[in-house]
């Protein structure tokens, strides 16, 4: 009897998870802006040296201290030679020398980060492309490729005059096959544009980011960006067929394939995948794309502790299998943030804080299979007290009102004040326990924030204080890079390296892999033109 009334307490309890509502005119409602909305306003503390006649800058910039970067003395500089050449190759429109915009693509969407490049080029095709890079290479004129610029660690904005090539002009889709779902198009291409398209086409893109809005097609390849359902669908290296990408001397490499297998020799295109525009510059890709299912489902859930965050994951990973489409967590002090920092955003579940939440989402192609699925999934959690509470979304305005809350949590940061940032790949029953110690290390110092991929493994690692202070970086690196190394981890596990983590590789790379990349920098770009001082340590450069 006392065992039927635990489970007769707990169906009621999960009834009122099923049933509650959340009123279509609340707070909850949130419509998604193409662009993101908010704009830093931190400036980027760089001093600048002289060391001989080479120019230096000493960054020392949000989760990296401080280090002394110097341009190249090999790389030349503008003339008015140069100018005039890519007018006759691009048109004057697309040369642009204006203070304004220069400012606007000098420096990253976070403002982390600010060169001086005195040239911004807009190619239109990849015969553009291949004819800038030919020229940059033989006048040993450095080179920035730069799509979205939404990057997090400085990889898409020079660091000194470096000239910078957009290749948001080339946006066109190529082609798309309605029976294998390959998309074929140009790097260009906004990944939000991409979703809208592929949407009325009946199937979706297999990468979803907070910054699709603004992100560029070509960059989310060439940092292999991750995103929210790299759990359901994997990453850019399983789902990218082909790319056509341009070498440093303007050589145009065509593995623009659109074959699911292809055993011929070496598969190259990965080379190209996740090294940040350093090797070549992508001007199309080939992408699969999954169907789009009808029925999705998303659950926001509240946890006691962290250990309850695993189990639900390997809980869900069973019951809810391919379905699954989704696992984020956030931890307490990331929904205060939140929910403090961003205009409209509500609690679903109001009675109380708790420890930790996590949105679960499901996608399939059957409602009253996966409805069934889910909510016997969250009984079973509930009377295994995996389950706090929890709320499901009713509509399209609630489900994205839960999204809101997750991908709201950078933007709530940077609106705290000042943030360390650190995206790190960690054994999953390990992840929190970073956080902890680093709460104890930091004490009254800052607020630490943790949040993620819990699906995938990647913690997104944030340190919030009122304003940037030696002592706390001082107790932050290099303890969080030989903690994450200690464990096995990885030091990046979406962002990329970028200037920020060039130096740092060796906490997740030995020195023989290192060397081995750098052989294969100096095969393909001998002058080392293309995103100098990035990924590889300078001392490689």
């Given at each position: 009897?006392?065992?039927?009334?635990?489970?007769?307490?707990?169906?009621?309890?999960?009834?009122?998870?099923?049933n509650?509502?959340?009123?279509?005119g609340?707070?909850?409602?949130?419509?998604f802006?193409?662009k993101?909305?908010?704009k830093?306003?931190?400036?980027?503390?760089?001093?600048?040296?002289?060391?001989g006649?080479?120019?230096?800058?000493?960054?020392?910039?949000?989760?990296?201290?401080?280090?002394?970067?110097?341009r190249?003395?090999?790389?030349s500089?503008?003339?008015?030679d140069?100018?005039s050449?890519?007018?006759?190759?691009?048109g004057?429109?697309?040369?642009?020398?204006?203070?304004?915009?220069?400012?606007t693509?000098?420096?990253?969407?976070?403002?982390?980060?600010?060169g001086?490049?005195?040239?911004?080029?807009?190619p239109r095709?990849?015969?553009?492309?291949s004819?800038?890079?030919?020229?940059?290479?033989?006048?040993?004129?450095?080179?920035?490729p730069?799509g979205?610029?939404?990057?997090?660690?400085g990889g898409s904005?020079?660091?000194f005059?470096?000239v910078?090539?957009?290749?948001?002009?080339?946006n066109?889709?190529?082609?798309?096959d309605?029976?294998?779902?390959?998309?074929?198009?140009?790097?260009g291409?906004?990944?939000e544009n991409?979703?809208?398209?592929l949407?009325n086409?009946?199937?979706?893109m297999p990468l979803?980011?907070?910054a699709?809005?603004?992100?560029?097609?070509?960059?989310?390849?060439?940092?292999?960006a991750?995103?929210?359902?790299?759990?359901?669908?994997?990453?850019?290296?399983?789902?990218?067929?082909?790319?056509e990408a341009?070498?440093?001397?303007?050589d145009?490499?065509?593995?623009l394939g659109?074959?699911?297998?292809?055993?011929?020799?070496?598969?190259?295109?990965?080379?190209?995948?996740?090294?940040?525009?350093?090797l070549?510059?992508?001007?199309k890709?080939?992408?699969?794309?999954?169907?789009?299912?009808?029925?999705?489902?998303?659950a926001?859930?509240a946890?006691q502790?962290?250990?309850?965050?695993?189990?639900?994951?390997?809980e869900?990973?069973?019951?809810?299998?391919?379905?699954?489409?989704?696992?984020e967590?956030?931890?307490?002090?990331?929904?205060?943030?939140?929910?403090?920092?961003?205009?409209?955003?509500?609690?679903?579940?109001p009675a109380?804080?708790?420890n930790?939440?996590?949105?679960?989402e499901?996608t399939?192609?059957?409602?009253?299979y996966?409805?069934?699925?889910l909510?016997?999934?969250?009984?079973?959690?509930?009377e295994g007290?995996l389950?706090s509470?929890?709320?499901?979304?009713?509509?399209?305005?609630?489900?994205?009102?839960?999204?809101?809350?997750?991908?709201?949590?950078?933007?709530?940061?940077?609106?705290?004040?000042?943030?360390?940032k650190?995206?790190?790949?960690?054994?999953?029953?390990?992840?929190?326990n970073l956080?902890?110690?680093?709460?104890v290390?930091?004490?009254?110092?800052?607020?630490?924030?943790?949040?993620?991929?819990?699906g995938d493994?990647?913690?997104h690692?944030n340190?919030?204080?009122?304003?940037?202070?030696?002592?706390?970086?001082?107790?932050?690196?290099p303890?969080?890079?030989e903690?994450t190394?200690?464990?096995?981890?990885?030091?990046?596990?979406?962002?990329?390296?970028?200037l920020m983590?060039a130096?740092?590789?060796?906490?997740?790379?030995?020195?023989?892999?290192?060397?081995?990349?750098?052989?294969?920098?100096?095969?393909?770009?001998?002058?080392?033109?293309?995103n100098?001082?990035?990924?590889l340590?300078?001392?490689?450069?």
């Amino acid at each position: 009897m006392e065992k039927w009334r635990a489970t007769s307490n707990l169906r009621r309890s999960l009834k009122s998870i099923l049933n509650r509502r959340l009123s279509p005119g609340s707070d909850f409602t949130y419509y998604f802006n193409q662009k993101r909305s908010f704009k830093a306003s931190l400036n980027p503390i760089r001093d600048y040296k002289s060391v001989g006649e080479v120019n230096a800058i000493r960054y020392k910039y949000f989760s990296s201290a401080s280090t002394l970067v110097q341009r190249n003395p090999s790389f030349s500089t503008l003339n008015s030679d140069d100018i005039s050449y890519f007018k006759r190759l691009l048109g004057e429109k697309n040369v642009v020398q204006d203070e304004d915009k220069l400012e606007t693509v000098n420096t990253d969407w976070m403002h982390k980060y600010k060169g001086s490049s005195k040239l911004l080029l807009q190619p239109r095709s990849t015969e553009e492309v291949s004819q800038i890079l030919k020229y940059c290479n033989s006048r040993c004129l450095a080179v920035v490729p730069q799509g979205g610029n939404t990057g997090l660690v400085g990889g898409s904005v020079p660091v000194f005059d470096e000239v910078i090539v957009n290749v948001g002009s080339m946006n066109n889709i190529t082609s798309f096959d309605e029976v294998s779902g390959i998309l074929v198009c140009e790097a260009g291409c906004i990944l939000e544009n991409l979703i809208s398209f592929l949407d009325n086409q009946g199937f979706i893109m297999p990468l979803d980011l907070g910054a699709k809005g603004s992100c560029q097609i070509g960059g989310n390849v060439s940092t292999n960006a991750g995103g929210l359902r790299l759990v359901r669908y994997g990453s850019l290296h399983g789902n990218v067929l082909g790319l056509e990408a341009v070498l440093a001397n303007g050589d145009v490499l065509d593995m623009l394939g659109t074959l699911r297998k292809d055993n011929t020799g070496y598969d190259l295109k990965h080379l190209f995948i996740g090294s940040e525009g350093s090797l070549g510059i992508v001007t199309k890709v080939s992408i699969l794309t999954p169907p789009k299912l009808s029925a999705v489902n998303i659950a926001f859930l509240a946890c006691q502790d962290y250990s309850s965050c695993q189990k639900l994951l390997m809980e869900a990973k069973r019951k809810l299998g391919e379905i699954l489409s989704a696992f984020e967590f956030l931890d307490n002090q990331a929904m205060d943030l939140v929910l403090h920092h961003l205009d409209g955003v509500r609690n679903p579940l109001p009675a109380s804080m708790h420890n930790f939440y996590v949105l679960i989402e499901t996608t399939g192609s059957n409602e009253s299979y996966d409805r069934e699925k889910l909510e016997a999934f969250l009984l079973s959690s509930m009377e295994g007290g995996l389950i706090s509470d929890g709320v499901l979304a009713q509509d399209i305005n609630q489900a994205s009102s839960f999204w809101r809350i997750r991908e709201g949590v950078p933007e709530a940061l940077m609106k705290a004040g000042a943030v360390y940032k650190y995206d790190l790949s960690l054994p999953v029953e390990k992840m929190y326990n970073l956080v902890n110690d680093m709460r104890v290390r930091l004490g009254n110092l800052a607020k630490v924030v943790g949040y993620g991929h819990l699906g995938d493994g990647n913690l997104h690692l944030n340190i919030s204080a009122p304003q940037y202070d030696d002592a706390i970086l001082e107790q932050i690196e290099p303890y969080v890079y030989e903690w994450t190394s200690k464990h096995r981890g990885s030091i990046s596990a979406e962002h990329g390296l970028g200037l920020m983590k060039a130096n740092k590789i060796y906490y997740s790379k030995s020195p023989e892999t290192v060397q081995v990349m750098a052989s294969i920098k100096k095969l393909l770009d001998p002058n080392g033109i293309l995103n100098p001082y990035k990924v590889l340590p300078h001392s490689l450069n």
